[in-house]
């Protein structure tokens, strides 16, 4: 497995489990989605040009962000917060991502961070 497949598996693994515990299937299944995609698409024969399978990842993230987008109403404050802190963090890690070398040990760690965030941010929003 790649540092990314290991990184989607042990940050959104739990987080779906823990999300389905907190009775919010919405978010365990959006999870869920987002880890398989990211085990396709982090995949070690991988090329850096662009596929279906990226197409694929991003409506699962479009999917998770809509997720966490009707949750925020129903969370406390504190998880509104922490989950703001954490969608800001994510937008940030992204951009810092993309600017450097594609699958170099900085990238990765960088979109490891992303995933950690992603997935911390959603249980944010699940616990009650």
């Known amino acids: 497995m790649t540092p990314l497949q290991v990184s989607s598996v042990a940050c959104f693994a739990p987080a779906a489990v823990l999300c389905m515990w907190c009775s919010a299937p919405c978010a365990g299944c959006a999870l869920t989605v987002n880890c398989v ?5 982090h995949r070690p024969a991988r090329g850096a040009a662009r ?3 990226d197409t694929a990842d991003l409506l699962a993230i479009a999917l998770w962000v809509v997720c966490n987008l009707s949750m925020v109403p129903g969370a406390h404050g504190a998880g509104q917060a922490a989950a703001c802190v954490l969608a800001v963090a994510c937008v940030v890690l992204n951009h810092a991502r993309l600017q450097l070398r594609w699958r170099s040990r900085g ?6 961070a992303l995933h950690a965030c992603g997935a911390l941010g959603t249980v944010c929003l699940c616990a009650r």
Not at 107 to 112: G, L, T, W
Request: glycine share 0%.
């Open 107 to 112: 990238r990765n760690a960088v979109h490891a």
């Open 51 to 53: 596929d279906a399978t």
């Open 37 to 41: 995609t990211s085990l396709i698409v």
